[in-house]
């Protein structure tokens, strides 16, 4: 189950829409990261065959997207991007406010002190 030639498959991940980097991405077997913009690049070669069904997966903590495609190695690489939505985890445990100042936390995380 190995291609005779390396066979890429590159693209960027966003993350609620903007590039990130340290994601991890996956085919079968082979991981990487992806980098200061997002990017990433994976070779498929002792994974693959042609004509296979290749799911590629970005994965940040719990959340995740993936997608297919048929290899086909006349094209010689692939490019596909993924784009993660975050599932927003909030917590209050171990926060601690002191003071008279109201504070307002949104959904997407960030946090306001009046």
């Not at 296979?52 to 997966?57: A, I, K, L």
């Not at 094209?75 to 917590?91: G, M, P």
């Amino acid at each position: 189950m190995t291609l005779l030639v390396p066979y890429y498959v590159y693209g960027v991940v966003t993350l609620d829409g903007s590039p990130q980097s340290g994601i991890t991405v996956s085919v079968s077997t082979e991981e990487t990261t992806t980098d200061d913009d997002g990017k990433y690049q994976i070779n498929i070669q002792d994974v693959a065959t042609d004509g296979q069904s290749v799911t590629v997966t970005a994965t940040y903590g719990e959340d995740s997207d993936e997608d297919s495609f048929t290899l086909d190695v006349s094209d010689l690489f692939k490019e596909l991007d993924l784009s993660i939505t975050s599932t927003a985890r909030y917590s209050t445990e171990g926060f601690s406010i002191y003071g008279s100042s109201p504070i307002t936390i949104y959904g997407d995380g960030h946090l306001t002190i009046y």
